[in-house]
């Protein structure tokens, strides 16, 4: 794998204000190296500017603009999870897009099977 210092995995980060909190603690340390457990441990001169810059600008690039954890986020303690937020409105946009577009779709058959009836 290539070096790259990169926010939270989207698709497993379900507390993006606890993600924050650690790339601050992160690059409030001013480690020399950082190994992750992901892709290559990571050192030099330029590591502190990249922490600097993943905090800075971790709303606009790490963050998802949307989704079920954005704002609210899923809770555990050591006795496992004790709170999951209810889904969003994107969810209910995705099926009525889907709804719509299948619609659509089966209108289009129909238009062209009768169309294909009458000039036969």
Sequence with gaps: ?????????????????AAFRSAKTLADLE???IATGHGK??????LRDELSLLVE???TVSKPSHGRYVNDPALANED?????????NEEAR????????TTLIIAGFFVLKTNRGRAA
């Design 94 to 101: 995705t099926v009525a897009a889907v709804a719509l577009v």
């Design 57 to 59: 600008e971790f709303d």
């Design 41 to 46: 441990p990571i050192s030099g001169p330029s």
């Design 31 to 33: 480690p020399s190296v």
């Design 80 to 88: 496992g999870v004790v709170y999951i937020p209810e889904r969003g």
């Design 1 to 17: 794998q290539k070096r790259e210092l990169s926010g939270p995995p989207k698709y497993f980060t379900t507390d993006w204000p």
